[in-house]
């Protein structure tokens, strides 16, 4: 408990930010569509890079940015004839390698930055696809690999916000077994 004290002590605002990151979060995977999902992790992803900023995690700062505009560009698809192209995953999937290279050469972030961009890799398909059931699953395990990056970030909030985001996850892939 020590440890939860000296973080808080040591971060104040950037825990608080990070609070509000976690709202956003969790509400999203109870989106119906894969575009609320993806509004609400856009939302999401712009307090959780202020968030991963403050704590000094680069690499997770960086990928949350991308998410931020990868879900506002998402959220626009089927609406909008260029937010529809098929090249947006790989796009931001090539932006996010090239910002855990350069957080891994230019910040040291170490081999936890494969942990962020993995599941930002994975989640430029698992939002993308119009198969809601699909993106939870790959949610769940974009969850779990931001769960460990977020421990070893030092982010109470982060930590907490995908233990919380995996309960959602599974409550809304079992509503999905409900329903035809």
Same mark, same amino acid.
Not at 4 to 24: D, F, K, S, T
Not at 33 to 52: D, E, K, N
Not at 79 to 86: D, I, V
């Given at each position: 408990?020590?440890? %939860? ?7 104040? *605002?950037?825990?608080? *930010? ?14 119906r ?5 993806? %509004? &609400?992790?856009?939302?999401?992803? @712009?307090?959780?890079?202020?968030? $991963?900023f ?8 960086? $990928?949350?940015?991308l998410? @931020? *505009? &990868? ?5 626009? &698809? ?8 098929? @090249? ?8 996010c390698v090239?910002?855990a ?22 989640g ?5 696809? @119009? ?7 790959? %949610? *769940? ?10 421990a070893l ?15 959602s ?12």
């Open positions: 408990m020590n440890g %939860l004290v000296r973080l808080v002590a040591e971060h104040p *605002v950037a825990q608080g *930010v990070g609070l509000a990151a976690l709202v956003m979060t969790v509400l999203s995977y109870q989106a569509t894969t575009r609320g999902i993806a %509004l &609400r992790q856009a939302a999401g992803c @712009f307090f959780w890079a202020v968030h $991963m403050l704590l000094g995690a680069w690499a997770g700062g960086l $990928m949350n940015l998410g @931020f *505009v &990868r879900g506002s560009v998402y959220s626009r &698809r089927g609406e909008r004839a260029w937010a529809s192209r098929p @090249f947006w995953p790989w796009l931001f999937g090539v932006l090239g910002a290279a350069w957080a891994g050469l230019a910040q040291d972030e170490g081999p936890r930055l494969l942990l962020t961009a993995s599941a930002q890799c994975l430029c398909y698992a939002l993308w696809t @119009f198969r809601v059931r699909l993106a939870r699953w790959l %949610l *769940v395990a974009v969850s779990l690999l931001w769960l460990a990056y977020d970030s030092g982010s109470i909030p982060g930590t907490a916000c995908e233990i919380l985001g995996q309960v996850l599974y409550i809304a892939i079992a509503r999905d077994r409900r329903t035809p």
